[in-house]
């Protein structure tokens, strides 16, 4: 059970294995596995409790992992060999009752997102924490009370710094909400005319701007095209000399022929 994804800047894709309990490093110059890691070895082995929201960074030396099932929990793991082991695992935030992660993501400054979609007995948390180096606790920088984030799953962020969260659900139904670097609400999508997904997952965004949404329930993968912002250019204006001659009220030549019909 295939989850979360992450590339490396080497050609390099990670595999979080929801079923196969573990993670999967694959060469994609040459599609095969290098290695798989589920939690063990180094000074604080565990195995895997359902990994599902991964990143890594762009060298692949160090992987952040979502453990989704009993033992609920995030990771951090380095590279170490030709494997890799757990170095830390990032605190339950405070007042957190559910904790139940599922995507994470890092920003340029190194800070860690993670969306919780625990809802239900005995709290709805539905939010994003934040922690900041060294990882010791964390804030919820989004949740659900303003409408924007219902069942937050995936999360992502563009070029510009910009987050992307999958929300999954029915009713309301599924979305992507977006937020800027500050967390300010930007925009929403929800499926267009004839085109529906339900339970949205896994989010990304190109290089283009262009959102992918992975429909569980339908088996698909959903495409919205960025419309780029035209930026028009700034008018220039001339400024007209003054009139060398003054108007008068008297005609300086006949009037125009009125027309006549018969």
Request: hydrophobic share 35%; with cysteine; proline share 8%.
């Given at each position: 059970?295939?989850?979360?994804?992450?590339?490396?800047?080497?050609?390099?894709?990670?595999?979080?294995?929801?079923?196969?309990?573990?993670?999967?490093?694959?060469?994609?110059?040459?599609?095969?596995?290098?290695?798989?890691?589920?939690?063990?070895?180094?000074?604080?082995?565990?195995?895997?409790?359902?990994?599902?929201?991964?990143?890594?960074?762009?060298?692949?030396?160090?992987?952040?992992?979502?453990?989704?099932?009993?033992?609920?929990?995030?990771?951090?793991?380095q590279q170490q060999g030709g494997g890799y082991v757990p170095i830390q695992q990032l605190p339950?935030?405070?007042?957190?009752?559910?904790?139940?992660?599922?995507?994470?993501?890092?920003?340029?400054?190194?800070?860690?997102?993670?969306?919780?979609?625990?809802?239900?007995?005995?709290?709805?948390?539905?939010?994003?924490?934040?922690?900041?180096?060294?990882?010791t606790s964390a804030v919820t920088v989004a949740d659900n009370s303003t409408g924007h984030l219902?069942?937050?799953?995936?999360?992502?962020?563009?070029?510009?710094?910009?987050?992307?969260?999958?929300?999954?659900?029915?009713?309301?139904?599924?979305?992507?909400?977006?937020?800027?670097?500050?967390?300010?609400?930007?925009?929403?999508?929800?499926?267009?005319?004839?085109?529906?997904?339900?339970?949205?997952?896994?989010?990304?965004?190109?290089?283009?701007?262009?959102?992918?949404?992975?429909?569980?329930?339908?088996?698909?993968?959903?495409?919205?095209?960025?419309?780029?912002?035209?930026?028009?250019?700034?008018?220039?204006?001339?400024?007209?000399?003054?009139?060398?001659?003054?108007?008068?009220?008297?005609?300086?030549?006949?009037?125009?022929?009125?027309?006549?019909?018969?």
């Amino acid at each position: 059970l295939p989850q979360g994804l992450a590339l490396d800047g080497t050609s390099n894709l990670f595999v979080a294995d929801f079923g196969a309990t573990m993670v999967f490093k694959i060469d994609l110059t040459n599609n095969a596995v290098v290695t798989a890691f589920n939690g063990m070895g180094g000074s604080m082995p565990s195995s895997m409790n359902g990994p599902i929201g991964i990143w890594c960074n762009s060298q692949g030396t160090t992987v952040v992992v979502a453990e989704n099932l009993s033992g609920k929990r995030v990771r951090i793991f380095q590279q170490q060999g030709g494997g890799y082991v757990p170095i830390q695992q990032l605190p339950v935030p405070s007042g957190a009752v559910s904790f139940t992660p599922v995507g994470v993501t890092e920003d340029s400054s190194g800070n860690l997102y993670v969306t919780d979609d625990a809802f239900g007995s005995p709290a709805w948390e539905l939010c994003v924490w934040k922690y900041a180096p060294p990882y010791t606790s964390a804030v919820t920088v989004a949740d659900n009370s303003t409408g924007h984030l219902w069942d937050p799953r995936f999360i992502t962020m563009d070029s510009a710094g910009d987050f992307y969260v999958g929300n999954r659900g029915t009713i309301p139904p599924s979305s992507f909400s977006v937020f800027n670097p500050s967390w300010n609400f930007l925009y929403q999508c929800f499926a267009g005319a004839g085109v529906s997904f339900i339970n949205a997952q896994g989010v990304g965004v190109d290089e283009f701007g262009h959102v992918y949404i992975a429909d569980e329930i339908n088996n698909r993968v959903v495409r919205y095209l960025a419309c780029p912002l035209v930026t028009l250019p700034t008018p220039t204006f001339t400024s007209l000399s003054t009139p060398t001659s003054t108007m008068t009220n008297s005609p300086t030549s006949s009037p125009p022929l009125t027309p006549t019909f018969s």
